[in-house]
């Protein structure tokens, strides 16, 4: 399919939103990359990630203890996405360029690929989220119906009572099965990939080599076959839930839009600002225990907007943009707790089924 055009407009609500957000930090006196907090979160996510990792592998613990381990290993690797890559990826982790490559880089370590996913993430999702045919986290298919304008099969009629399974598979399908569907077919849907340079090539097969190293062949060794694939499977499914239903809860919910562009046209019948908000929703941004965990990411409506700015400083921030929303009569999509958002998402899902 054409790639939508977005209208640009010289005096637009884009531009509004980042004059405000430009006074606010040139009033606070504050950068816009993270803190020393976010800085500090960083070495506890990293330092927990190698205690457990190595007290698994090298100190098995009990069969119970060792499961229960493995889960709180999955939160841990989901934490790390959530905070220290996602962050590094947009290149808000920090001020220093090399500092961000690195957070960024954690991906590679945890199983993925930092070069795909700045394709699918930064520049295919963020510039056309919910777009069927374009934005890659709504296309399940034929598994899930994620949009109107998908294929509907009978399955589909259940959908709202199976996806805890597929959302809990995401992550080992990620490392195992898309990253290397993506590299071969060099498309991300149908988006063709940029040509990837030597070193690109290298660091993909290296890291992916060294992911089965360090959590299948190592572990495999140490603790036996049958003990490695139940606690591997605790690990990731535990992580694929955690992180199918962040990014979820965000775009595919009831109240979140699904644009179309105008088929003679190509363009999108609202400017890119306020696309973002009809197609984005809030969730349990009062919670700082949700907060801390997910990177700020219940705050998508402002990673959205403006994705090179730090999650710590989303709370402050999201108060300009619905005060903003307010004045220009834009819906501002946000669900007070997670189970709220969660509930909304199956009736989402189950509207789609039917």
Same mark, same amino acid.
């Given at each position: ?146 949009? @109107?304008?998908? #294929?509907?099969? !009978?399955?589909?009629?259940?959908? *709202?009572?199976? &996806? %805890?399974?597929?959302?809990? =598979? ?18 991300? @849907?149908?988006? #063709?990939?940029? !040509?990837?340079?030597?070193?690109? *090539?290298?660091? &993909? %097969?290296?890291?992916?080599? =060294? ?144």
């Amino acid at each position: 399919m054409s790639i939508p055009k977005f209208s640009n407009l010289p005096q637009s609500f884009h531009s509004e939103l980042k004059q405000r957000i430009s006074d606010y930090f040139e009033k606070v006196g504050k950068s816009t990359t993270g803190n020393a907090s976010l800085f500090l979160k960083a070495i506890i996510l990293m330092t927990a990630f190698a205690v457990v990792y190595i007290h698994l592998v090298f100190f098995t613990p009990s069969n119970l203890w060792a499961i229960l381990e493995c889960i709180l290993l999955g939160g841990i690797v989901s934490a790390i996405g959530f905070n220290i890559m996602h962050d590094g990826a947009h290149g808000s982790f920090s001020k220093n360029k090399s500092v961000n490559l690195l957070a960024a880089f954690s991906l590679n370590l945890l199983g993925g690929n930092s070069f795909m996913w700045n394709m699918k993430h930064n520049i295919i999702h963020h510039a056309y989220t919910n777009v069927d045919g374009i934005d890659d986290d709504i296309d399940v298919q034929p598994w899930m119906r994620m949009s @109107g304008t998908q #294929k509907k099969y !009978k399955l589909h009629k259940y959908q *709202h009572l199976y &996806f %805890w399974i597929l959302y809990s =598979l995401l992550y080992i399908s990620w490392i195992f099965f898309m990253d290397y569907q993506k590299y071969f077919k060099s498309r991300v @849907g149908e988006m #063709k990939l940029k !040509k990837m340079t030597i070193a690109d *090539h290298f660091i &993909f %097969w290296s890291f992916k080599l =060294l992911n089965a190293f360090l959590f299948v062949a190592l572990p495999i060794y140490m603790v036996g076959f049958g003990h490695w694939v139940v606690g591997f499977i605790a690990f990731t499914f535990f992580a694929g839930l955690v992180l199918s239903l962040v990014f979820q809860l965000a775009h595919t919910v009831e109240h979140t839009s699904f644009p179309v562009a105008d088929p003679e046209t190509g363009k999108m019948e609202d400017e890119w600002a306020i696309h973002q908000i009809k197609t984005t929703a809030n969730f349990a941004t009062k919670n700082k225990v949700v907060s801390w965990l997910v990177g700020g990411l219940n705050f998508q409506i402002e990673h959205h907007l403006f994705p090179k700015i730090s999650h710590v400083h989303y709370p402050a921030i999201s108060k300009i943009i619905k005060q903003a929303c307010q004045e220009y009569g834009i819906t501002y999509i946000e669900y007070p707790r997670v189970r709220l958002a969660i509930a909304s998402h199956v009736a989402f899902l189950r509207q789609m089924g039917r």
